[in-house]
Every structure is written in structure tokens, then in C-alpha cells.
């Protein structure tokens, strides 16, 4: 798909474009607007399933889903609305550890990963379906539950806008912990850098699909860690060890770090394929279009 251009920049899902955008909210519509035009999905709300809320009386209605108990209560009219048992809930798992503030482009994991589950969020609650939100690094820092009601984009965005990069990773704790919380199946989406043990990862991610839930996952990495492009004595530092500090000529590892990195990444996907694990790589400056069409072709 390609990306429109404005005044010689790419608009909707450049990475350094959207960051610029004023709130989270208008950075996740801008992403899915610009590939959603024309498509249009609708759900029915039943009678005999799940309760999900009230909502005020709008004229054309209909006059049977009006609840007269609260009526009789608020002396307003309100509407019950139900969530069909069978649309998909979401939970949206970001990883908000120190390691996500790195930025070699100028947006920072966490930031392109706050606007990915924005994103993501705006999307499945405009198809009607249930989103919600966990923010971890190695313990849950927040955890809105799915719902498909209105307004709730909003809850979700001040979680995700409240939150900032801090502590050390621990995604496979995580992954087991969460999913020893979910109660109904779903889909799963993981947005981390996954930088923690592979095995651990797995492990979590595999309980999710014995447990009978979709999982997706987004390997979010800056081109930085993907390349080590770097030249001349380099000091680094963990960003979660602060005592961990090395210096080092990038060129004379480069080579070595390059297939290390991509070991690593061909063995989570080859072990996320083997469980029926959609796994997506991301650099922070992929476009966001990229990380939402590969979740509708998977939706679809």
C-alpha cells in the first residue's frame, strides 16, 4: 500500500510524521482512516446474550430495548445494549519497560508502540469488536479489561498516555501471569521488543494458545538494533542494567551481532509458526499501515 504524500512527506503512517500529531488519539485515527476508507463492517445487537451497558435513548430507537426500570429510577430513558458472546475480544499486551525508550530515528519504541496499540484499539472497537489494554515491564503496571462499548478508546488512551518507559523486562512472567487472568478466549496481541528469554517468551505464548486464544505478535525493534550501523569506540549502556556498561568498535562485531540478531529472530518465528503463532518483525520505521494490514489479513 502506499503511503500519500504531503508537501513531500508521507502522511497517515510515517512513524516520524504521526509522533509530531498533537494527541494519541488523533495519531491512531489518522492510521486507520487512512487504510479503512470505504470498508465497513456492522454488527446486530441481540436480546439474549451478554449485557454489556446502557446508553441514553436516541430518537429511531427502537421502543422495546428501552429499559423502563431505569425510567422509573432516572425518570430518562436508556437503552440496554448487549455484546454478542461470539465477537472477538482483544487484549492488547505493551511492553513499557526501560528498553522500549530507545530511539536511534527519533521515535522511541514505546512511542511507536503506543501509537500501534492505538491504533490497533480505534480499529477493533470500530469494527465492534471488544479491546482492551495491558501495559507491563516485569511486573502488570495497568490492565484495562475488553469491552466494545462506546467511548472506551478513550480509556485506553489515557492508560497508554499515562504510562511511561521504566524498569527491567520480564515478558515471559508476564505472558503467564496474564494468562492465567483470561477467563473467556480471545485474541492476543503482544507489542514488545522481546528482549528477555526466548524460551520464556515461547512459553508464555504457547499457554495462551492451549488455552484456546488466537496471538499475534508484534517484534518491535529500532533499525539501530537491527543493524548496529554505528562507527568508531562506542560505549554502551543497558538501558535496565545500569551497572552494565561495554565499549566497543561496532565494525569489528557487526558481522557477528547481525546473525546473532537474526538467529534470534528467525527462531521466534519459526517457534511462533510451529504453534500457530502469527509473528510480525517491526523496525520503529516501518509504517504503521504495514503492522495494521497484516492484522486485518490475519482478522480476515
Known sequence: METKQVNGERSYFDPLVLARLSSL???????????????????????????????????????????WKALGKFDRYFIKEYEDETNLRAYLL???????????????????????????????????DAAGLVTFSNQIESFTPPRATRGYLMEILRALEGRRPSGETSVGKILTEVAGKMRRRGLVILVS????????????????????NDVVVFHLLDGAELDLPFDGNILFEDIEETNLKVTTDPQAIRKTY???????????????????IDYQLLSTSTPLDHALVSYLSWRG
Request: charge should be neutral; include cysteine.
Open 25 to 67: 488519539y488523533l495519531r491512531a485515527r489518522w492510521v486507520v482512516e487512512g487504510i479503512m476508507s470505504g470498508i465497513h463492517r456492522s454488527r446486530s445487537k441481540g436480546f439474549s446474550v451478554e449485557f454489556e451497558e446502557h446508553r441514553e435513548y436516541s430518537p429511531g430507537d427502537e421502543i422495546r430495548r428501552i429499559d
Open 258 to 276: 547481525r546473525k546473532v540478531v537474526e538467529e534470534f529472530t528467525d527462531h521466534l518465528r519459526k517457534e511462533c509458526r510451529a504453534s500457530s
Open 94 to 128: 505493551l511492553d513499557t519497560s526501560a528498553s522500549m525508550d530507545y530511539a536511534s530515528n527519533g521515535v522511541t519504541k514505546f512511542e511507536y508502540g503506543c501509537i500501534l496499540a492505538a491504533s490497533l484499539a480505534y480499529l477493533i472497537l470500530k469494527q465492534q
Open 193 to 212: 521488543d522481546l528482549l528477555d528469554e526466548p524460551e520464556e517468551i515461547l512459553k508464555g505464548l504457547r499457554l495462551f494458545r492451549f488455552k484456546g
